[in-house]
């Protein structure tokens, strides 16, 4: 059972708006969700404008005004639309990839990965890179849209329990 | 909070009755050891082999039919046909034809065992939150809210995205739920039985080339089984050469008869790729100029070389449903919201919905225990609509569930409020108490076809048996045991689920 740990005080970050402060000094992501709960979450949803390829909304959530800056939330979303339109893109190299899967009869995605899983493992270590980084300082988390069925990008966000309720912090997560 | 409070309770409870029962339930929160994969949970109509990397729609029946006939027309020709062609014309013939005939039973193979591009159901938060705006959106809630429909602007043209009941999605543009496979299907094109599945964005491209690669081997045949017995017939006569090769009449009746539907259906589809359609659309008429001047097809990318490029070469999406993992149990979820609307399922923060189904056998098998022994006395004047047991606690986790979700999705999910209304307390504390974690299962069987089963399965609140140590918690909530007939008049409610409206529907006309 993870037990609550409490550092201390987080020092002031200087560079952050005082709304956007660090909550508490979350190490990793894991004593993210064990030391705080869950207090929302937000559903980006899919931006559908330009057709069936996978973009999603850069709308600004209300939810999210005062924990984290609109630029770096914005520039999130911009760099994931980016990348799920390099794995669609239908060019050159997709075609040499599809002549080339179907010339083997596809057997050669046996032993090579498509090009969009590439993407997806790039997607998915900028996610992870991002809530380091940026979000779970911020008390938030997002989950990488593959797990939710590229409908949503699915935003956490936690509430730190504090010293207020730490005798019933572990009941939680038991 | 109200569950932590019921929780630590039921565990003290626990700790005092567990040597005075001999219940076979002892812990239903201890974690199972064995892990499921998520396809062993899957909710849609679909089968699967080979621990989930075969996925096939539920009726495969005529698959087969498909499969023998193409074995045994091409068995024949071979043994029977091409040793003579071989000699008097080229063994370049049976090559030919075994290349065509692997390359046929290989994109058959692979449109038949592959995901069509299921997209999978709303987690209980999405569906929440999308209920929620819907309801802002709506403004004012009456029984049966309007149909649900979200317009989009798609290069020009305006589309309208309808909301998928079963799944708890807004289906994006040109995806549609297959009725047979119980899934909304991204880029739907049609279920087809020959190949016992649904065909859609992913699996498209091998559909086009099986039935391209089959028309061709069909006309292959034909062509060489007249050319076979037609040169017999020179050697000696035309009965003679029959009787000498009488598989040969087989295969030509088969193909004669397949060559005008697959070779109509190969055409049919080129036209469809070349226009960048689904068969959907095309039948419907959605792009068709005749329904307005401005109609055009959005999706289209201009030219008839980029349209089939894009079906055919186009990157190929990876599966969206994750059918051999694990399925994870320490997923959080979301308490319930406060404005009336909320899943059961989310007020557990440990367990995800996936593997809730472990709980959920153990209260059906608590419920069909107490449905033997009546515990409490019956006060409603509606007669006893008792469980159905489901016909083996494990497999279909979806439908067990719904037995007990039967009364929960009739009852109002949001927090009992005023505390006069004793009906919604005694549901609340009815479901409260059972450790229902497969709620969220409910909102996968909330489409229409399900109610008449959930009809069967409905079980008035009397009939809900404690678990040891369940229904002391009840007292310190202040809630009488009497409870009256606890179901609600839909009258007296204004903001409720669709499903549960049409529940409460049914069970006030038993």
Redesign the interface.
Same mark, same amino acid.
């Given at each position: 059972m993870h037990s609550v740990q409490h550092h201390g005080q987080q020092p002031r970050r200087p560079d952050l708006p005082h709304c956007c402060q660090p909550l508490s000094p979350f190490h990793n992501l894991q004593e993210l969700?064990h030391s705080a709960?869950?207090a929302?979450?937000v559903?980006i949803?899919?931006d559908?404008?330009?057709?069936?390829t996978c973009r999603f909304q850069t709308k600004f959530p209300s939810e999210l005004e005062s924990r984290i800056e609109r630029t770096l939330f914005e520039d999130t979303v911009k760099t994931l639309n980016n990348y799920y339109a390099e794995?669609?893109?239908?060019g050159g190299q997709?075609?040499l990839?599809?002549?080339l899967?179907?010339s083997t009869?596809?057997l050669i995605f046996l032993c090579m990965e498509?090009?969009?899983?590439k993407v997806?493992k790039k997607i998915a270590k900028y996610i992870q890179e991002q809530n380091e980084k940026i979000y779970a300082p911020r008390g938030l988390l997002i989950t990488d849209p593959?797990e939710?069925?590229?409908?949503?990008i699915?935003i956490?966000i936690y509430e730190d329990r504090g010293s207020s309720d730490s005798s019933?912090g572990s009941?939680?997560?038991? | 909070m109200h569950l932590?409070v019921s929780?630590?309770m039921r565990e003290c409870e626990y700790s005092q009755i567990s040597t005075r029962s001999s219940t076979p339930m002892e812990t239903p929160y201890k974690k199972r050891t064995p892990k499921m994969r998520k396809w062993e949970s899957f909710p849609g109509r679909n089968k699967f082999y080979c621990n989930g990397r075969i996925m096939m729609a539920k009726q495969t029946g005529v698959f087969y039919l498909t499969l023998v006939l193409i074995l045994v027309t091409c068995g024949l020709f071979f043994t029977f046909d091409c040793p003579f062609l071989a000699l008097e014309l080229t063994p370049v013939i049976p090559v030919i034809g075994g290349v065509l005939f692997?390359?046929v039973l290989?994109t058959l193979l692979?449109t038949s065992f592959s995901d069509p591009g299921v997209?999978?159901r709303?987690?209980p938060?999405?569906a929440a939150?999308?209920e929620r705006q819907i309801d802002v959106a709506n403004g004012s809630t009456g029984y049966r809210p309007p149909p649900r429909t979200k317009e989009?602007?798609?290069?020009g043209q305006t589309?309208k995205?309808k909301y998928c009941f079963t799944c708890k999605?807004?289906r =994006?543009?040109?995806a549609s739920h297959c009725s047979l496979c119980d899934n909304c299907v991204?880029?739907f094109d049609h279920h087809c039985p020959w190949v016992g599945n649904c065909v859609g964005r992913r699996n498209y491209r091998f559909f086009y080339?099986f039935i391209l690669s089959l028309s061709f081997l069909t006309i292959f045949i034909f062509a060489f089984v007249i050319t076979h017995v037609i040169l017999r017939s020179h050697r000696s006569g035309f009965l003679n050469a029959l009787k000498d090769s009488p598989a040969s009449v087989l295969e030509v009746v088969v193909c004669f008869f397949s060559v005008w539907s697959i070779v109509g259906l190969s055409g049919f589809h080129t036209y469809l790729i070349s226009s960048n359609q689904t068969t959907n659309e095309d039948i419907k008429g959605s792009w068709s100029s005749k329904r307005g001047k401005d109609n055009y097809n959005?999706?289209s990318h201009g030219n008839i070389f980029?349209n089939c490029?894009?079906a055919?070469?186009? =990157?190929?999406?990876?599966s969206?449903?994750d059918r051999r993992g694990f399925i994870q149990s320490d997923t959080?979820?979301?308490?319930p919201p406060t404005n009336g609307i909320t899943m059961y399922g989310a007020t557990q923060?440990?367990q995800s919905h996936m593997c809730d189904q472990d709980q959920c056998i153990q209260s059906t098998k608590f419920v069909l225990q107490a449905a033997a022994t009546p515990l409490l006395q019956q006060q409603s004047s509606q007669p006893v609509i008792l469980t159905a047991s489901p016909e083996n606690g494990g497999s279909l986790p979806g439908r067990t569930s719904l037995t007990l979700g039967g009364p929960c999705t009739s009852l109002p999910l949001g927090q009992p409020t005023p505390p006069t209304s004793t009906p919604s307390l005694s549901c609340h504390e009815a479901t409260d108490m059972l450790p229902i974690h497969g709620h969220s299962h409910t909102h996968n069987h909330s489409h229409p076809h399900q109610e008449p089963v959930a009809h069967h399965h409905f079980l008035t609140p009397e009939e809900v048996p404690s678990p040891p140590g369940m229904l002391p918690c009840g007292s310190p909530l202040g809630h009488s045991h009497t409870m009256q007939a606890g179901f609600y008049n839909p009258a007296s409610q204004d903001s409720l689920h669709e499903d549960s409206v049409r529940g409460l529907v049914k069970l006030s006309s038993v």
């Open positions: 969700r709960s869950l929302n979450k559903f949803q899919r559908y404008s330009e057709g069936t794995a669609e893109k239908i997709s075609y990839e599809g002549c899967a179907c009869a596809y498509t090009r969009y899983e997806l593959i939710r069925g590229m409908r949503v699915e956490s019933s009941s939680s997560s038991s | 932590g929780e630590s692997l390359f290989g692979r997209l999978p709303a987690t938060d999405e939150d999308l989009v602007v798609i290069n589309v995205l999605i807004f =994006p543009p040109r991204e880029r080339m959005p999706y980029t490029c894009a055919l070469c186009g =990157p190929l999406p990876p969206l449903i959080p979820q979301l308490a923060s440990q």
